[in-house]
């Protein structure tokens, strides 16, 4: 008889606490195996660390029509379908600005992001090309900070080209997962000041890199770590506390390397690459002309002016100096 009191107590003590449970009385706090509602902001985190990037699914996005074959991207930015994210976080905020650019804007000091291309092509070699300048307006007058292109992106590994208008100089930077190391830098004092475009182009084959602002070649790297990736765009801010960056007239397409060569004395123009084939120009002192690659055994292959047919000028005699280097030069036969 004891027994059975004990278990219908027993069954009242449970029943009160359902109905009590069911009706939200009993604010039992949620577990910390249950899941909530609540998601993270993302955040953009300092240089020292890696940043995540706002992503936008890799699906089929509409791009402003080209006319040449040999474009694999282009984006004026006049259109909002095409793509981009378009995101704001505590201390940055990116998306189309109208009528004609993407910008992104960092509210912070010493914070970076990066924003890929939304159908999110793993290129090898290519070159791309970007106009881009600083929006007064909204950017501190006083501090540092670096934008430009990032490329070869494979998660928080990639490259980045980037300016800064301020100390009129140039960066080429690597990130990887431990964070961002300096390949290479420069001087270049054609940089624009604030509400001006300048253009920055990579050109990129297999493991070398060329780096040109304002159609003037800056510098060129070897580093053979990241073979393909992503391309898209890259802000950092140092000491300044507010950087607003306009990004127009993205252009990626196939590798179109330019290739000139000086000419330092007086050169044979040949109709093919040796000594034994006949003569058909001559070069002189301060000419420049347009190269196309350089054989096997260094005979760099050019334009010949008038002519419908290339001619070839021996390297190994010294009196070609070329932009870039010939070591980044297809190689060609005749």
Known sequence: MKRQSISCFNFIVVLIVLIFTGAGCGNIPATANEP????????LIPVTSSSPSPESPATSVPQVPVS???????????????????????NYFV???????YHVEVTGTNYKTTVFEPSRQSLTDFTTDLQVFTASSKTSPEGDFHFGLAFRRSGDQYYAFTISPRTKKWYVLKSSPSGLTTLTEGTIEGLHDADVDDTLRVDAQGPNFLFHVNDQLVGQFTDPDYSSGEIGFYVESFDSPATHIHFDQLTIQDLNLSLMCNVNGSVNVRSGPGKTYPQVAVLSNGDTVQAL??????????VVE???????????????????TVDLFPIVTP
């Open 293 to 302: 690659g350089i054989s096997p055994n260094q005979w760099i292959k050019i």
């Open 306 to 324: 008038g002519s419908d047919e290339p001619g070839w000028v021996s390297y190994s005699d010294g009196y070609m100096s070329c932009t870039p």
């Open 68 to 90: 040449d074959s040999n474009v694999l991207f282009h984006d004026d930015f006049t259109d909002p379908t095409t793509g981009w994210p378009e995101d704001k976080f505590d």
């Open 95 to 101: 998306g189309y600005h109208e009528p004609e650019y």
């Open 36 to 43: 909530t509602s609540i998601e993270p902001t993302p955040s």
